[in-house]
């Protein structure tokens, strides 16, 4: 009996006390960034001064080429459009209070000739660059022809919208 007793208690010490196992562990270092999609244009303006009806004007006369800035920390493609002033209106052809903005990749292109490698701007977005790595930049020049004829002897702003999204 006393066997048995001792024998209980030893199955019920075993039983209720701690166990020892063996374990080990590792860390698996993980990170992460955000993409950031940014562009700059340097410096940002170009006056085109008083100009002639049915006259052209460019940021390499003016030597005023733009220079567009990947900001950002991924490739981006940069898209260019055009805008109506409050009077005339963004056109292909200068006519009647229509006007014509083009541009030109100067880091591709040689610009110094307007129209010859420009691209008339439109409402749209059109491909500036494509997959411009951070850090990375673009001469972009710019050209105006002034409509035809017009009734409107005021001051127009015709910007350009630059955007850049991720490629």
């Known amino acids: 009996m006393k066997k048995n007793i001792l024998f209980s208690l030893l199955t019920l010490a075993m039983v209720l006390a701690p166990s020892a196992h063996a374990s080990n562990s590792a860390t698996v270092a993980a990170t992460v960034l ?3 999609v940014s562009v700059s244009v340097s410096d940002g303006t170009v006056d085109y001064g008083i100009l002639a009806l049915n006259s052209s004007n460019c940021t390499t006369t003016l030597t005023d080429t733009q220079t567009v800035t990947n900001e950002g920390n991924v490739n981006i493609n940069i898209l260019i459009r055009g805008q109506d002033s409050v009077n005339w209106t963004l056109s292909g ?3 009647t209070d229509k006007y014509v903005h083009r541009f030109c990749n100067a880091s591709v292109n040689d610009c110094d000739t307007p129209p010859t490698d420009y691209t008339a701007l439109t409402l749209n977005n059109q ?3 494509s997959a411009l790595p951070p850090s990375d930049t673009i001469d972009l020049d710019l050209n ?6 017009s009734t409107f002897f005021i001051q127009q702003d015709v910007d350009v919208i630059i955007t ?4």
């Open 93 to 95: 052809s200068a006519d």
């Open 164 to 167: 850049a999204i991720a490629s």
């Open 127 to 129: 491909t500036l660059g």
């Open 34 to 36: 955000l993409e950031n």
């Open 144 to 149: 105006l022809t002034t409509p035809t004829a």
